[in-house]
């Protein structure tokens, strides 16, 4: 498209986010990657909530949590979800639907280990999204698994990732008079051409 330049050129809708993901880590002051992941329950309710983004594929987005988690069982029921990453240092958004699938393999496993002591124990002991008696008992528990785990404990097998392959996405910048730049990337399945096209702000 004749005017998708600077900010918005390139044929690699995920390389335009790796971008701009690298161009807000250098200017947001907490979590620059940070997503509103977007969820719906089986009655079709929604949900939202902030979780970090992991890694940009080639072709999908991962994030991790416990599989137990009320996002993991919206995730899993509807094999869906929609996110939004927003930069208000950048004036920069990008938002992304897709199919939903997890990461349980080595790739969820090198994650795991890569993250601190404490976070690879506190991920054993949160039974995430489920009623606590008290924050004392959350850190009896992290005590007894530092405990039973020792300095190197496995993965948990109800903790993992998700990856989303999308059929959606748009890249949104801030303009003059709030007539914003939008272009938006959509195809019908995961493996198909793009459709390009700019939005009306």
Not at 17 to 38: G, S
Not at 62 to 72: G, I, L, P
Not at 160 to 189: C, M, N, Q, S
Request: glycine share 6%; charged share 30%.
């Amino acid at each position: 498209m004749s005017d998708r330049s600077g900010i918005f050129a390139g044929e690699d809708p995920f390389a335009i986010a790796r971008a701009w993901l690298a161009e807000a880590e250098k200017a947001e002051p907490n979590d620059p990657n940070a997503i509103a992941l977007a969820t719906v329950d089986e009655t079709g309710l929604p949900n939202s909530r902030m979780v970090l983004l992991k890694e940009i594929e080639d072709s999908a987005f991962v994030f991790y949590t416990n599989y137990e988690s009320a996002k993991a069982q919206e995730l899993d029921q509807a094999a869906k979800a929609a996110f939004v990453m927003h930069w208000k240092s950048l004036r920069r958004q990008i938002r992304v639907r897709g199919s939903i699938t997890r990461e349980d393999g080595p790739q969820a496993d090198e994650y795991y280990r890569s993250r601190s002591l404490k976070s690879r124990l506190g991920a054993w002991a949160s039974k995430q999204s489920q009623p606590l008696e008290s924050r004392g008992a959350l850190m009896a528990e992290v005590a007894k698994v530092t405990a039973a785990k020792g300095p190197n404990p496995p993965r948990p097998p109800f903790w993992g990732g998700y990856r989303l392959t999308p059929v959606e996405i748009e890249f949104w910048a801030d303009g003059a008079f709030r007539l914003h730049d939008r272009f938006r990337w959509r195809r019908k399945e995961g493996t198909a051409e793009w459709e390009i096209l700019r939005l009306n702000p």
